[in-house]
């Protein structure tokens, strides 16, 4: 083989990866490689025998992880940005070698013995953190277990593992294997030239590849109700047997069962209370009694929604169904004037970015992108800017990806290919990935609103990254509970509402001209429109979610649709017109790890989010200007943003809001209230 770029430290601007070099054939001996001379590290320090401190010990655990960090974290955004058979094997290897390398950490009562010995009063501020976290985290990973039990949950581990890289690459696979097939033009009234030509096969069929959540984009511009039921029960039948290649149902079964016989073994009743404990909420029982409380206020608002959208659909002789919902959701909003078909043409992708989240960011913090057309990312479409400080300082890179590709993960993320940190010497390098339609060569990107609002949240995803000014890697930028990590994210959105961004922002992509003031106005207005729908969905896939790691080991069911059909009716959160936002089959957050028993956290956060959104609006404004002012930003960005993990997040919080927070804020941001 020739040199390995994962092994080589980057000499590009930043530490950007050299995406071009690395190659699928390149990631697995590199993470054995970086492994075996972390562990050299990690067996030097649990074998010294001088007092610990936090030179011998915290320093030199950290800086052992920054090669390995460096290499994985680029490795990692190819899996999930490209993918394809190659890099899914390459995945499909290196995830549980790495469940097993950190088990070598975690349960090895040497390292946690130094770091138990620390004296905590010698320590800074963060350094102490630093600490206090490791200490919890090796209780919470089993440090306390004997060596017969220890082995056990190595099993386990490595088990998991595998299974979730496995569902994570079905769930993929089935936005392809369930694609809806239409024979005719005909049966596709409603939809643009574009639309159809994009998607017209050799065979003169039409093939529409599926988002990865339930109702899907294209149900709103099909005019045949039989064509909007088509393409969302091929949504809703993901994973449920039709297709080999991407039948989850046996995986989520395993899934649920080894966590939970995890959880058991680590002394909890269940998985959802190792992971409450593990965020901001520390007892499940409180996350579902959040949820709950939601629940009824909005299946309530479904049902009064109901009677003006059955007023739609009768006027067209359509008896209103599940697939009908979204569909005649877009004509009332039409009627205000709202729907995407009149937004679309002043909502050009580049102009919301460049002139909508950049603005923004410039006008709360003073930081300004410059294009950086010399770095190229890992497809041509890319772009990056380097982001500079007021002073014209840089302090990291951004790199948007914003088009859908066979392979590529579903939805909408940011992940750091640099990790900023002081120790380190590094500044970030930060990407936010989407799954919009390429346009043809010399056409403009239009983005729904929902869209703008998914530019928008995942950005306030990178300021989080970027902004980071803390020491250690470990604690820096979105290396905060999971429940508060949505944070930044969701307070983010509500800029894309403010009059004097929109107006940045919001040009014809043609003519230039402005958004028509009347339209900006009613868009304001309407911020909360669609919310009885969307936050129906979403309680019902947060409590499928709490349902499934709610049980016992020896609870776990055998039929799929069944259990989660029977959660739904008994947390009162099923609707007919409503299916949850993911179900059990293609749920990648939950059953693919990282969301699992943790879906709740965006609305978990969103309590702390309409509280700053207050704040914003209000004692933070001068002068009529919404908050959108260097105050108010730096107020947030240093107090919060920058603070990462380095302190109690809630500290954070209390810090830029000068309280505790109200829980009645998530219901008046939903207009629940």
């Known amino acids: 083989m020739t040199t390995n770029p994962l092994l080589t430290e980057s000499t590009l601007p930043y530490r950007v990866p050299d995406w071009t070099a690395i190659k699928p054939e390149h990631i697995v001996p590199a993470a054995k490689e970086l492994m075996a001379r972390q562990r050299e590290v990690w067996e030097k320090v649990a074998a010294n025998t001088e007092p610990a401190t936090a030179e011998n010990t915290v320093h030199v655990l950290e800086d052992a992880g920054r090669e390995a960090s460096l290499a994985l974290n680029a490795a990692f955004t190819l899996m ?4 394809g058979d190659e890099l899914d094997a390459a995945q499909a290897e290196v995830y549980p070698l790495l469940t097993e390398h950190d088990n070598a950490y975690r349960l090895d009562k040497r390292i946690y013995d130094r770091f138990a010995a620390i004296d905590l ?48 690459q079905r769930v993929t696979t089935a936005m392809d294997d ?82 939970a016989q995890r959880a058991e073994l680590l002394g909890y009743p269940y998985h959802a209370q190792a992971v409450a404990e593990a965020g901001m909420a520390k007892d499940s029982q409180a996350i579902v009694d959040l949820l709950g409380t939601v629940a009824p206020k909005a299946v309530a608002a479904v049902e009064r929604d109901r009677v003006k959208l059955e007023e739609l659909a009768s006027a067209d002789g359509v008896e209103l169904g599940r697939a009908d919902y979204t569909y005649y959701q877009e004509k009332l909003r ?6 995407d078909n009149a937004l679309k043409p002043y909502l050009k992708l580049e102009n919301v970015v460049e002139k909508g989240i950049f603005f923004a960011a410039e006008k709360l913090f003073g930081i300004t992108f410059k294009p950086r057309e010399d770095i190229a990312g890992y497809v041509p479409t890319m772009k990056t800017w380097e982001v500079l400080d007021a002073d014209g300082e840089g302090i ?25 940190s002081a120790r380190d010497g590094n500044k970030p390098v930060i990407l936010n990935n989407c799954n919009f339609a390429e346009p043809k060569d010399g056409e403009s990107t239009l983005l729904t609103w929902d869209h703008v609002i998914t530019v928008f949240h995942e950005f306030g995803h990178a300021l989080h990254g970027l902004l980071t000014t803390t020491e250690y890697r470990s604690l820096a930028g979105t290396a905060v509970p999971r429940d508060f990590v949505e944070l930044p994210s969701q307070l983010f959105e509500m800029w894309a509402y403010h009059p004097q961004v929109m107006a940045n922002y919001a040009v014809h992509h043609e003519t230039g001209e402005p958004l028509p003031a009347e339209l900006a106005e009613k868009l304001t207005a309407a911020s909360t429109f669609g919310q009885a729908f969307d936050t129906t969905e979403f309680l019902a896939a947060a409590l499928v979610d709490q349902a499934w790691h709610r049980l016992g080991s020896e609870e776990i ?15 009162e959160i099923a609707h007919e017109l409503v299916p949850p936002r993911y179900r059990s089959a293609y ?20 309590v702390l989010v309409g509280d700053l959104e207050n704040w914003f609006r209000t004692e933070a404004a001068k002068d009529g200007d919404g908050g959108l002012n260097r105050e108010a930003g730096e107020r947030y960005r240093a107090e919060l943003l920058a603070r990462g993990n380095a302190r109690d997040p809630m500290e954070s919080f209390v810090a830029v809001r000068g309280r505790e927070p109200r829980a009645e804020a998530l219901l008046e941001r939903r207009g629940l209230a």
């Open 80 to 83: 999930s940005s490209i993918g």
């Open 121 to 168: 009063d010698s320590l800074d501020p963060e350094t102490r953190r630093y600490v206090e976290e490791e200490l919890r985290e090796f209780k919470r990973s089993g440090i306390e277990l004997n060596d017969d039990d220890k082995a056990r949950l190595r099993e386990l581990d490595a088990e998991l593992s595998g299974l979730e890289v496995e569902f994570r």
């Open 178 to 259: 369930n694609a809806a097939v239409f024979d005719s033009e005909d049966e596709l009234a409603g939809l643009s030239a574009d639309q159809l030509e994009s998607a017209r096969q050799e065979d003169g069929t039409y093939r529409f590849p599926l988002d990865n959540f339930t109702n899907q984009t294209l149900q709103v511009d099909l005019d045949q109700p039989e064509a909007r039921e088509k393409v969302l029960e091929a949504s809703l039948s993901r994973g449920l047997g039709a297709h080999d290649t991407s039948d989850t149902r046996e995986i989520v079964l395993k899934i649920a069962k080894l966590r």
């Open 334 to 339: 039409g009627e205000l004037g709202l729907n």
């Open 396 to 420: 990291g890179l951004f790199q948007g990806d914003y088009y859908r590709r066979t392979g590529k993960s579903g939805g909408a993320w940011m992940n750091a290919a640099v990790v900023g």
């Open 557 to 571: 069911p055998e039929d799929v649709e069944q259990f989660e059909a029977t959660a739904l009716r008994e947390f």
């Open 587 to 606: 749920f990648a957050h939950t059953f693919g790890g990282g969301y699992d028993a943790g879906y709740y956290s965006y609305m978990w956060a969103e």
